[in-house]
């Protein structure tokens, strides 16, 4: 994807990050999601007493452009303050093929600038979607 875009992206999950609520893991995340007319927004980990509750970055990110009256989404980034690149959960996987625009990049950083990107088909094969509720689907 394009450098500029991405790095835009990189920052604005950065300074995002800084808004996690993660006093049970002490792990905050930061995540950007580019639509479809090119705007950004973020989201991050929102933890709760009851800790099942917790709402991931990614799925934060996605539920704020959705709340913004976007539909689709051409790329995704997670920054977390890890050595390693940390990926998308099974639900955020689930949620990002719900929005994506196709085969989208998933890009998951280090705060240091480490990267491993991945598209959402890769993330999530043989992904459950609309289609599957058709009721006279052909196999
Ligand atoms: O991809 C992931 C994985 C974990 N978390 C959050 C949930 C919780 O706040 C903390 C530890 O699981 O990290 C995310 O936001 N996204
Ligand atoms: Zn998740």
Known sequence: MDQ???EEMFKKALDAQK?????YSD???GAAVLTEDGSIYTGVNIENASFSLTNCAERSAVFT???AGKRKIKALLIVSSTDKPVPPCGACRQVIKEFADGDIEVIMMTES???LTMTSTEL???AFTDDDM???NEL
């Open 4 to 6: 500029e875009i991405k």
């Open 19 to 23: 808004n996690a609520y993660v006093p």
């Open 27 to 29: 792990f905050p995340l």
């Open 65 to 67: 452009a959705i709340s």
């Open 113 to 115: 600038g480490k990267e």
């Open 124 to 126: 999530l094969p043989g």
């Open 134 to 136: 058709e009721k006279n």
